[in-house]
Structures are given as C-alpha cells and as structure tokens.
C-alpha cells in the first residue's frame, strides 16, 4: 500500500439490522427486492475527521485476539451530531453517550 493513505470514514445511523415483517408461507407475500421496511442512514465524515486512534490487542497466554477499540474525533461545528440539537438533519437518529 503507497502513503500517503486515502482514508474514508462514514458513520450509519440505521441502528443495526432490520428484517421487516417475517415472510410466512401461504400468507404473506414479499416484494421485489425488499429485504427492511426502512432505508439505511449512511453519513460520510471524511472531510470533517480530525483525528483516527485505533488499539487492538493480542492475549499470548491464552492464544487469541481481543476486541479492539477504535476512536474518531470530526470537527463539529454547527453542532449536528448533537442529539439534543433540534436544528441537526440527524436528529432522532442519535442517542446521547
């Protein structure tokens, strides 16, 4: 890989997998290629990324790896990825903490 890296950071504001309503044979009938009943909010955050940190851990004793940690900093100056900001074009699809 050449260096410098290009990096792309984007933040989904989905809040996990969806599935819609279960398909049940005989009663139900699914439509043409509908897998959620609701789109996925994909933010990118390039641009705004002040700072990336990642940490990732290997426990010799036991032979195996565990969970890392990673930690983004984006400049946020108008205030939109605060939850509480009712003016935010992402509010009601963040949660405080």
Not at 46 to 58: A, D, G, K, M
Not at 77 to 92: L, V
């Amino acid at each position: 890989m050449g260096l410098p890296a290009t990096v792309s950071v984007k933040i989904n504001l989905s809040g996990g997998a969806s599935f819609g309503n279960p398909f049940i044979l005989n009663t139900s009938q699914l439509g043409f290629a509908e897998l959620a009943s609701s789109i996925p909010v994909i933010v990118d955050v390039s641009t705004s990324t002040l700072n990336i940190s990642t940490r990732r851990q290997r426990n010799i004793l036991q032979d195996n790896y565990e969970a890392g940690q990673a930690t983004i900093k984006i400049v946020d100056p108008n205030g939109d990825w605060n939850p509480q900001n009712t003016a935010s074009p992402y509010y009601g699809l963040l949660q405080p903490l």
